[in-house]
């Protein structure tokens, strides 16, 4: 059975640092995307953040909101995916969704339950 659970949300002056965590366990297959998705409310689901696979070289990609700010990463050992999001605004205020997609005989696309993170002004 795949698992992914976030973990690090909370409520967070402007300015301040949260890391969320996203664990995951159960996939089966080649990991080619990590990345991590945010719903403020009443608008559309955003990308901030991935990680790409090819050929084992990993590629980092940001949304221009958080460029600067945010840095995701990857721990293999831990099975753990990370962002790191530094100087918080208040329009940074959302729910964060870990995304995992795999490839291979049992491939997949895997959704975390979302971790609220909450920036006060």
């Known amino acids: 059975q795949v698992r992914l659970v976030e973990s690090g949300g909370g409520l967070v002056q402007a300015g301040g640092s949260l890391r969320l965590s996203c664990e995951h366990s159960?996939?089966?297959?080649?990991?080619?995307?990590m990345g991590w998705y945010r719903r403020a409310p009443n608008k559309e689901r955003e990308l901030v953040a991935t990680?790409?696979?090819?050929?084992?070289?990993?590629?980092?990609n940001y949304a221009d909101s958080v460029k600067g700010r945010f840095t995701i990463s990857a721990d293999n050992a831990d099975n753990t995916v990370h962002l790191h999001m530094s100087n918080l605004q208040p329009e940074d205020t959302a729910i964060y969704s870990c995304n995992i997609k795999s490839v291979g005989t049992v491939g997949g696309d895997y959704w975390g339950q979302g971790t609220q993170v909450t920036v006060s002004s």
């Open positions: 159960g996939i089966i297959g080649s990991i080619w995307f």
């Open positions: 990680i790409t696979t090819r050929f084992s070289r990993e590629t980092t």
